[in-house]
């Protein structure tokens, strides 16, 4: 059974900084893309990372670019989020997602073939 697990949010203060970390089971890192996800109140659910099956990296949206960085610890099948410089506008639960059947990066929602529960992050101000 394919599994994805969250974990790390949390409450913090602005200018802080947070690790989520996503653990798969059910399958391997290697032959999927992982992306980062987050949904804020009242907004659409936006991709705010990727990383390929082949270890490259894209960020999507330019607020996130030099303060968000994703990795992968293959020998945990853990994919991990730092968060760094957080702004309150960086609350919303964040998401992450495996797109295993065509293991290229989308920042869309819905070509994502499984999903986690997400984890809540809030950054007060």
């Known amino acids: 059974e394919v599994q994805l697990v969250e974990s790390g949010g949390g409450l913090v203060q602005a200018g802080g900084s947070l690790r989520l970390s996503c653990a798969a089971s059910?399958?391997?890192?290697?032959?999927?893309?992982i992306g980062w996800f987050r949904q804020a109140p009242g907004k659409e659910r936006e991709g705010v990372t990727c990383m390929s099956s082949s270890g490259g990296s894209t960020y999507y949206p330019d607020s996130v670019k030099g303060r968000f960085t994703i990795s992968s610890d293959n020998a945990k099948n853990t994919v991990y989020l730092q968060m760094n410089s957080l702004k309150p506008e960086d609350t919303a639960v964040y998401y992450c997602?495996?797109?295993?059947?065509?293991?290229?990066?989308?920042?869309?929602?819905?070509?994502?073939?499984?999903w986690g529960k997400g984890t809540l992050v809030t950054v007060s101000s």
């Open positions: 997602a495996a797109r295993r059947y065509l293991p290229t990066c989308s920042g869309s929602p819905g070509v994502m073939d499984y």
């Open positions: 059910g399958f391997t890192l290697d032959d999927s893309a």
